[in-house]
């Protein structure tokens, strides 16, 4: 063999081995730096550390895990470790290994229609969070993750530039689900994925969390594939208390969860980010008229203000969103007595009134009162102790409108004549669905002349004294525990006629409480029987004779009522031999 051919080849096998471990190391380098570059990003989002290469590892052995909360897609919350967003296609990535835990196991269901609403507003199909599934070993072919070491709470807004909806429909729900889970604490950060920009009220939604939130443009900017370490998604509808008419009319929800002590419990936290003092002011009393710049004018303003100050002999002051910083407006609101606006999302700063003041709210023309409650809803909750009033403009002469604005400013214009004619006649917008009814937008838009003299009638009417804020006790519905010690005994008489004597003893925290009225409800049931006979009694034993047969089996339950309507729990049932 030829001495200077083997010697090539030797030469190229060491310089091919050589390349090798070069082009190796180089690829190693490489990784070790995107895995820092990596390691970076996830703690711009954080100034949490985390350890890229086990957080990788993790990913990759372990998968997705997802436990939720609620039998529907409608009242269901579900944490996550270690899911997964790709920016480019829009898309959650549940990633699948050996570890994956997935409950609810769902299947194909999960799209029925989804896995859970991402708004707290209920059933919407804009709203709807579901996720794709892809094997843990898909990772290799992805962009490497960057990692969101924070806690994260992942939602939608439902109109972030609409007061009403900021309140109602997200931060109220996003502070309650914040406290159901104690991680969600204000180190957590919030996701808001519905696509909108910041809008008018970011500010608020900063209040929740001591961390910047972030919105779904703003992710594309941290890479390509982000990986929440832990997350939960979507929010709790528990303090809802209306619905908006996509499916029917709207109106206040059918089975209303929160009362007014949880509505005030959210305000003290918000007014305390505000730095807005709690204490109750020792100035002067006053009414806070709030003023519309914009449409749904009060075209007599200057004089309504007037007469309020002369009729309550209080000092009338406006507000307004566009003149007033937000914190201003809370400040003033938060100690006035009384509150007067036309219908309009502004109306929702009722909520940080003091208990004891009063809500007026002004409605144009054709628009009834009783068809559009958002806001007599929330002053009648109970523990809001608030006076509601509504006043109705029914004079057509004091309304001006633009039928020739855009549609969504009211205009009507694009309607064929006839249609106009009957908008314009009529005297009352009919019942309808949510969101683009002309006629309702026609008639919400136009401002008003308010007939002063009608107006503080109404207001006289429930406000028979000056008004103001009142320290009031705690008014809280208490309910009895079961009574205890139950008993019952038999005596029978012949064999035709039989007693059955029934006693029990008080509820235990009933000796704790000052009731009013105390009583309690026997139901006597023969066993095998479908109906029973129900009792009310003032006392803790009862001798019952009527329909008691002897040598029979009878059922008996027994529950203790306070003040007439709030019913305790059944005790346990007897089971009582004559």
């Known amino acids: 063999m030829n001495i200077a051919a083997v010697f090539n080849a030797l030469l190229v096998s060491v310089l091919a081995a050589v390349l090798w471990k070069y082009f190796k190391l180089r690829e190693h380098a490489f990784m070790v730096e995107e895995e820092l570059v990596l390691m970076r990003q996830s703690q711009e ?257 200057a004089e309504l203000i007037l007469a309020l100050a002369q009729e309550f002999q209080m000092k009338t002051i406006t507000v307004s969103l566009e003149e007033h910083s937000f914190s201003d407006i ?58 509601y009033i509504a006043w109705q403009n029914t004079d057509r002469e004091d309304t001006v409108t633009y039928p020739d604005r855009p549609w969504d400013q009211g205009g009507i214009a694009h309607l064929d004549k006839a249609e106009q004619e009957r908008i314009i006649k009529n005297t009352e917008v009919p019942r309808h669905l949510c969101c683009r009814n002309p006629e309702w937008l026609f008639r919400a838009y136009q401002d008003t002349k308010v007939n002063i003299p009608s107006l503080i009638h109404v207001i006289r009417q429930t406000v028979k004294s000056k008004p103001g804020p009142k320290k009031q006790k705690w008014s809280g519905s208490l309910y009895p525990g079961k009574v205890r010690d139950a008993k019952c005994q038999a005596s029978v008489q012949g064999t035709s006629e039989a007693k059955l004597a029934v006693s029990w003893q008080i509820p235990w925290n009933l000796k704790y409480l000052k009731v009013r009225e105390v009583k309690y409800e026997v139901w006597i049931q023969e066993q095998g029987e479908n109906t029973y006979m129900p009792y009310i009694l003032s006392h803790q034993n009862h001798t019952f004779s009527e329909n008691i047969k002897p040598f029979t089996i009878y059922l008996v339950w027994i529950r203790c009522i306070f003040n007439k309507n709030l019913l305790g729990p059944f005790a346990d049932v007897l089971l009582c031999s004559t």
């Open 330 to 387: 809370v400040r003033l609101i938060s100690n006035a007595s009384m509150l007067v606006s036309m219908h309009g999302a502004q109306l929702v700063m009722s909520l940080f009134l003091p208990r004891g003041a009063t809500v007026v709210e002004l409605f144009p023309y054709a628009i009834n009162p009783e068809h559009y409650t958002p806001y007599k809803t929330l002053a009648t909750l109970p523990g809001m102790d608030l006076q």
């Open 45 to 301: 989002l954080s100034q949490a550390q985390i350890d890229y290469h086990a957080a990788l590892q993790a990913l990759v052995e372990d998968g997705t895990r997802m436990v939720c909360t609620g039998r529907m897609h409608t009242d269901r919350i579900c944490r996550f470790e270690s899911l997964c967003y790709s920016t480019e296609a829009e898309e959650f990535i549940y990633f699948h290994s050996n570890s994956s835990v997935m409950l609810p196991n769902l299947g194909s269901r999960r799209f029925q229609p989804a896995l859970l609403d991402l708004s707290s507003v209920e059933d919407h199909n804009t709203q709807y969070f579901n996720f794709v599934e892809l094997p843990a070993a898909a990772l290799k072919f992805m962009p490497k993750p960057v990692f969101v070491p924070d806690v994260a709470l992942i939602a939608n807004r439902f109109n972030p530039d609409n007061l009403m909806h900021v309140f109602h429909d997200d931060l109220l729900p996003i502070y309650y689900t914040m406290q159901q889970f104690s991680d969600l604490d204000l180190e957590a950060r919030l996701f808001f994925m519905e696509g909108w920009s910041e809008g008018a009220h970011f500010d608020l939604y900063k209040l929740l969390s001591n961390k910047q939130p972030l919105l779904r443009e703003q992710l594309k900017t941290l890479g390509r594939l982000l990986c929440f370490t832990k997350s939960y998604v979507g929010l709790s509808k528990i303090t809802t208390w209306y619905q908006y008419g996509f499916v029917q009319p709207q109106g206040p929800k059918a089975n209303i969860l929160v009362s007014g002590n949880e509505i005030r419990q959210f305000t003290k936290f918000m007014m305390q980010k505000l730095n807005v003092s709690m204490e109750e002011s020792s100035s002067e009393e006053y009414i806070v008229v709030f003023s519309r710049t914009i449409n749904r004018l009060i075209l007599n303003e």
